[in-house]
């Protein structure tokens, strides 16, 4: 077990046994007491540093990606593998700050970037070996019915068919992970509810009401989905 972190924590050696730790262990009550006490923390700090070293504060709606990068982190946190040689601060890192990068893209037609991008992804040879060239980005795009379902997710939104709180923290954290399915190595219904309780901070049942109320809607749109309709 990690050993209980002290005030100058940020990201040691502790937060390193800890993710270590979290991936290994198959207990579900294990898992979400190494993340709150130990991996939130270092993962909320390193967020922060990376958008002010490389000025991704330039980014429209920084205060808000900034909170969706930091629950994004939580869907790939399984991800690490310690036996590939790279240190769980590094592997993180770089995914951290490609994912920010990926957000420049995405703005770079309305605003004037001060990051220079062909400049952060040369910057080291080993990102490439912790960071397959972007592959999750391609991944996720090429996905015609993921991007359908969040489009119509986005619309439930709009539409305020979920007005209380806890419906609004499910239908967030279920944006978040449709836009990072591809990224999301065990998407089945277990792996589901752990992300969705680790990102609400809901329990099961609470978070099963909302669900439950989505589950109408996704019909409907499968239907449509399936005609061929205009969505």
């Known amino acids: 077990m990690p050993r209980k972190k002290n005030k100058n924590y940020y990201f040691t050696s502790v937060h390193e046994e800890a993710i270590i730790e979290y ?10 007491k190494l993340y709150i006490q130990y991996i939130q923390p270092a993962f909320s700090e390193m967020v922060d540093k990376i958008i002010y070293t490389y000025k991704f504060t330039n980014i429209p709606n920084i205060d808000v990606l900034k909170d969706d990068c930091k629950v ?3 869907t790939i946190l399984s991800k690490y593998d310690s036996t590939r040689g790279s240190k769980a601060f590094s592997y993180f890192s770089v995914i ?10 995405k703005n770079s037609t309305k605003m004037k970037r001060e990051v220079a991008y062909e400049s952060i992804v040369k910057e080291n040879q080993h990102e490439k070996l912790i960071y397959n060239d972007d592959t999750y ?7 015609e019915f993921w991007h359908h379902l969040k489009g119509e997710v986005d619309r439930w ?3 305020n068919l979920f007005v209380k709180d806890n419906e609004k923290k499910v239908i967030k954290a279920v944006k978040i992970l ?5 990224d999301i190595e065990i998407l089945n ?3 589901v509810y752990l992300y969705l309780r680790e990102m609400t901070g809901l329990k099961t049942k609470q978070i099963v009401n909302t669900l439950n109320k989505m589950r109408t809607r996704y019909k409907y749109f499968i239907l449509k989905y399936d005609r061929g309709d205009k969505l």
């Not at 991936?23 to 979400?32: A, F, G, P």
């Not at 980005?137 to 996905?143: A, D, Q, T, V």
């Open 189 to 191: 219904k277990k792996a």
């Open 96 to 105: 951290t700050k490609h994912w920010f990068i990926h957000q420049l893209k």
């Open 178 to 182: 449709l836009e990072n399915v591809q």
């Open 157 to 159: 939104t709009d539409s």
């Open 72 to 74: 994004w982190l939580t």
């Open 23 to 32: 991936c290994v262990t198959e207990s579900r009550d294990k898992r979400e």
């Open 137 to 143: 980005l391609r991944e996720r795009e090429k996905s």
